[in-house]
């Protein structure tokens, strides 16, 4: 083993090592979307990952960041209440008790006194799942309160050629047991009025996943 500090949990996987930041909590937030179903959160992060617990489908339709500010923008249902977490590498908060651990270039891997990322699962439907306008759930966790993060799902476009283009998005949202993806459409062109789903192109390239964070101590 190279010379350092490594650290494993029971379950035999790497906990700690001075080569990776261990992803913090930072920070949380209330969005209450909009009546079009838009809201938006701006904050401050190097490497974030985010986390929502909604009791109601929410999707990222995107982020932009100029240097460490970003801002996300999410789609739901109009007048839905989100919670969102962000996690991000730790920043030092002056401990001066408990364990730190700095990498090699003197940046803080991990600090005892912080909240850290813990995942509790990861929910994969069967292929295909949802359809347009579905819903698919799994609930294998015990009761507590969990955050779904807002990471990439599937994105696709159904279109009818030379008159009306809707785009849709899997919306992910959080159970008191588990969670669970929505396929749905965020925003529509012409006059189409959403029909059955037939005809729609669905980027699948990866599988749809609703990855879960244990959020109860947040």
């Known amino acids: 083993m190279p010379a350092g500090l490594t ?6 996987f790497v906990q700690i090592t001075e080569s990776y930041s261990n992803l913090a909590f930072r920070q949380k937030a209330v969005i209450t979307l909009g009546a079009n179903g838009r809201g938006s959160y701006s904050f401050n992060a190097t490497l974030p990952m985010v986390c929502v617990r ?6 990222l339709l995107g982020s932009v960041n100029n240097g460490t500010s970003w801002t ?3 789609n739901g249902t109009p007048g839905a209440t989100v919670t969102a977490y962000v996690f991000d590498e730790p920043v030092p908060i002056g401990s001066n008790f408990g364990l730190q651990v700095y990498k090699q270039d003197g940046t803080l891997a991990f600090d005892s006194n912080m909240n850290y990322m813990k995942i509790v699962g990861v929910l994969s439907p069967p292929g295909g799942a949802p359809g347009y306008n579905q819903t698919w759930e799994s609930n294998p966790l015990p009761a507590g309160a969990y955050a779904a993060c807002v990471s990439y799902t599937r994105m696709g476009i159904y279109s009818i050629p030379g008159s009306d283009v809707i785009f849709v998005a899997d919306h992910v949202y959080t159970t008191a047991t588990g969670g669970g993806l929505r396929l749905q459409g965020y925003a529509t062109k012409g006059i189409w009025d959403q029909g059955d789903g037939n005809g729609l192109q669905i980027e699948s390239g990866r599988a749809p996943q609703v990855v879960l964070v ?5």
């Open 72 to 74: 996300l923008t999410l």
């Open 7 to 12: 650290v494993y949990g029971e379950h035999g």
């Open 214 to 218: 244990d959020v109860s101590l947040l």
């Open 54 to 59: 909604s009791s109601s489908p929410v999707a």
